[in-house]
């Protein structure tokens, strides 16, 4: 049996702003505190394997959790090109932008369609045997390895940063889990 302990990373800066995070944005010190929170909870926890993307935010989320991990590039962000930095309504709905010296409105221009992202994701769990594995990720990554693996259709909703995403028997057990707020310090 496979379960994956899908953990978003902290939130940054960009993620305050309603942005589209540049690649090499770091974790905001409200993200750093949220992931320490996340730290002392997931302390009891054990996986067989700890993978992470390689970008610098999901790392500092695995460091912060002191844990051992293993570096995956195909589980880095999508690619968002130009849009970095633009500003998005919300999950999976991107602000419309102006054509450079057109005027006219056009839909976001990234460099990595949803499809490249789907193909990473594929070959990331093709990788992966039976047990259980931490894999500190990407909200668009996550979607992707939800459907993937549980062939439930694409998820619109927010997928809120340092929160656990459960998939167990391919089924999707939790979803926005972060117990380590439902306790006391």
């Known amino acids: 049996m496979r379960r994956l302990f899908l953990l978003r990373h902290g939130i940054t800066d960009a993620n ?3 942005v589209y995070n540049p690649i090499d944005d770091q ?8 992931v320490r929170k996340a730290a002392k909870y997931m302390a009891q926890c054990t996986f067989d394997a700890v993978y992470c993307s390689s970008l610098p935010r999901a790392q500092a989320t695995a460091k912060l959790l002191g844990v051992a991990y293993h570096v995956r590039p195909l ?3 999508r690619d968002f090109g130009t849009m970095a930095g633009q500003q998005y309504l919300g999950p999976c709905q991107p602000t419309r932008v102006l054509a450079p010296g057109a005027g006219t409105v056009i839909g976001p221009q990234f ?5 490249d992202v789907r193909v ?4 990331f769990l093709a990788s992966l045997g039976d047990g259980d594995f931490l894999i500190v990720t990407h ?3 996550m979607r992707w390895i939800v ?8 998820l619109t909703e ?10 167990e028997d391919q089924k999707l057990v939790h979803r926005n889990w972060r117990p380590w707020l439902e306790t006391t310090d």
């Open 16 to 18: 305050v702003k309603n």
């Open 27 to 34: 974790l905001c010190a409200e993200g750093e505190a949220g």
């Open 75 to 77: 589980l880095r962000d």
């Open 111 to 115: 460099d990595e369609q949803p499809e």
């Open 120 to 123: 990473r994701v594929h070959e």
């Open 139 to 141: 909200s668009h990554v």
């Open 147 to 154: 459907r993937e693996t549980t062939g439930l259709p694409m």
């Open 158 to 167: 927010k997928i809120e940063n340092a929160a656990l995403w459960i998939i």
